[in-house]
């Protein structure tokens, strides 16, 4: 039944990673869906670059499994899968930048600043961000004006100030201190800078779903306790994989005053915390045991918490 | 007549520019309207140093006109006005980064990454940007979600790749090459560096005060002849006026085979250019001379064009 599930859980997150590759390769590319944009060719290729072929593409999948649990499913969700897809690439770019994290590597390859160069870094990024609010408010994205403009106000939450903006913030003024980081206030950090963006992958579709508010709520809770089980378990694996398996430098955190769960309470206590939050999450969705199915959801609760990359 | 239709379009320019500056002082608060934000405290202080304080709000001065025209006016055409003054500020924080024109002075003030730093100020940018969605897709905006769907649309087409950020590559790039720039080539990109965003501020304006779609054509018209003549008036500026006028670099843009109009036409042509657009601007508004009242545009269309700073 476990691995039944689990098989399961393997073949859609491989189905809705085909999808929104598919769409992201259609609204990136040279004839997007919105016509009439002109995108100047070395642009395309650095924003191509920077959003196609990599990841897993963990938060279309949650904002697809929740739609689903409400039986919509389609292109106009891909497309709002696409956006949040978007939103995920381009703090990726900007994250990597020298100012920032100076990161070199991102999933074994060059990240976009090295690839290309640092304006062209910063361009797609903001162009990324900006061209996710376009696709979310665009009619093909869902009929109903309504549910567009909610999708781009949680987006813009989840995105912003109050969100990974500020978490991001939150982190380098975290990096620059020298003494050590409370457990509250790495849980707050990272609630903001990775929990909201899987958050909103989750809540948006429940909207799109057009859930109602018990069901809403329980996809809330769900929504968070797996973005906060994802980041703690981000930093367990930091720890322990070695550069090879990562594709990025491991044990970076570590040498830098990173604010990391594992630094705050411990790698036994990390583990605990992780594999807690991954039940409070499963728990969460026991609201639609009665009738929809929510196995892939609960499933990926166990992803979150056990993978190895 | 001419000199006291352009008293009171001094009234009111300075009238909405102080409307905006009172919403962006409140919308970037440490009390914010979006009261659940919780903003860290340096990144809020660079977010108001960025956005407080400086400009003529030329961008929201067209909105709220605009708005006007259809009798429209209050806290939710400010806060779009405020929604496009932030996209404004954002375009500027990034466009002065090192890594794209490296200025150290705006307005006569340190820019953003010399008073704080890069980092601080990639992620001012982003968040403002981010910032702007949130704003315009609230329901405080408009109570119709179809117009803050729309609203949001449409800026996302301005500010995105094929505008603002397609304009700034094709800058980046023309500054590379030394080949001179034909005209053709500078129109286009101005036309999407700078072009958009004004055209949008007055697009919004007609959004939000449901015009017709012959209304909407005639301010179409408009917005993309006073973008036009904005930005050759801005490349005739940069040749005349020295330093101490401007509080940037002047003359800059000669020094660095920067894509200008004055480079592509001459001095006088790049003058008779820019008269033609503001006469066309003035032009478009023909169709409100029975009813509407269209002399604050016509007289923007004049200042736009005489502007010395």
Redesign the interface.
Known sequence: MAEGAAREFDKRLKTAADAVETMLDRLLGPSPL?G?????G???EA?RYSSLGGGKRLRPFLLIETARLFGVEGEGVTRAAAAVEMIHCYSLV?DD?P??DNDDLRRGRATTHKAY????A??V???L???A??V???PATHAD??I???L??A???A????GM??G???D??AEQSTAPHTAEAVIRLQSMKTGALLHFSVLAGAIIGAADAKARAALSAYGHALGAAFQVADDILDVEADEATLGKRAGKDAGRNKATLVAALGLEDARKRRDRLAAEAIAALDLFSQGLDAATLKEAAHFVAKRAS
Do not use: K, N, S
Request: charged content about 25%; hydrophobic content about 55%.
């Open positions: 919105a009439e944009i002109a995108r100047p070395r642009l395309l924003i900007h930048l100012a920032l160069d640092e304006a062209t910063i361009l990024g903001d162009g961000l900006t061209y609010f376009d979310l408010a665009d004006p309504a567009r403009a909610e781009v106000l987006l813009a939450r995105a912003g100030f109050g903006i500020g991001q913030v939150l380098l003024e």
